[in-house]
Each structure stands twice: as structure tokens, then as C-alpha cells.
């Protein structure tokens, strides 16, 4: 038994790397994403008021269209990203969830561990304990 237990042991500290790294390389790609976001959001802002000061130098109203239409396309992507981006925080939460659960599982399963060597070695000195009160018997009778 001792044996199974190093074993699950074993595969539980490597499931909890496993879902250590992939919350690591979730929640990497969530900063990413985010920052990008960011960075569209603000060329947004920027663009807008652009077309503002530019509106007031006076322009044709077809270069403002243009200029108002690709700037809805950008406010939609930045959208887009967010929807996305609430999505990676849902999944980074999970795989979080995961690693902390395999954590705490891996602590568990070393206590079990470490009660069950200590019970062991204390079945063992009691062994050698008789033994040796045993040979001590047999020299006083002899």
C-alpha cells in the first residue's frame, strides 16, 4: 500500500505542474489580450478626437463618413476583444480553481504519506524492540 500511495503521489504532484503551467500560460495570454485591448481602446479615443479637430478645420463630409465608419469598425472590434477577454477570465478562473484544488490534493496525499511512514517505522522499531527483548529472555535463561 505504501508503494500505491508514493505512486498516486507521484501522478498528483504532476497533475498539479500540469495545471499549474496552464493557468501560468492562461492567465499570460489574459495580460496579452488585455493590454491589446487596451491599446486599441485608447488609438480609439485618440482617432476620435482626431476626426473632431479635423471636422473643425473644415473637411468634406464624405472623409468624415469614412473616417466615423472606421472608427465604429474599431469600437466594434474593441468589443469583440472584450467579449473574448471575458471569456479568458472565466477560463483562467477554472484552470486557477484546478491548480489550487491539485495543491491542496498533493498536501493531502503527502500527509497520508508521511502518518503512514511514521506508523510503519514505528511497527518496525516495535518488531526489533520484541526481537531484541526476546534475545535478551533467551541469554538470561540459558
Known amino acids: 500500500m505504501k508503494e500505491s500511495l508514493k505512486l498516486f503521489l507521484k501522478i498528483s504532484k504532476i497533475r498539479e505542474e500540469r495545471a499549474q503551467a496552464q493557468f501560468k500560460k492562461l492567465n499570460f495570454e489574459l495580460q496579452k489580450s488585455e493590454q491589446f485591448s487596451q491599446q486599441v481602446s485608447d488609438y480609439v479615443k485618440e482617432y476620435g478626437e482626431q476626426m473632431i479637430q479635423t471636422a473643425q478645420q473644415g473637411v468634406q ?21 472584450k467579449q473574448q477577454i471575458a471569456g479568458m477570465k472565466h477560463a483562467t478562473e477554472q484552470s486557477k480553481a484546478f491548480a489550487v484544488a491539485a495543491q491542496v490534493k498533493v498536501k493531502a496525499i503527502e500527509k497520508v504519506v508521511k502518518r503512514k511512514k511514521t506508523e510503519f517505522q514505528q511497527v518496525q522499531e516495535g518488531k526489533e524492540n520484541k526481537v531484541l527483548e526476546d534475545s535478551l529472555v533467551s541469554r538470561l535463561k540459558k
Not at 61 to 81: C, H, I, P, Y
Open 61 to 81: 463630409v464624405a472623409f468624415l463618413q469614412d473616417s466615423n465608419a472606421f472608427r465604429n469598425r474599431l469600437e466594434n472590434g474593441v468589443n469583440e476583444q
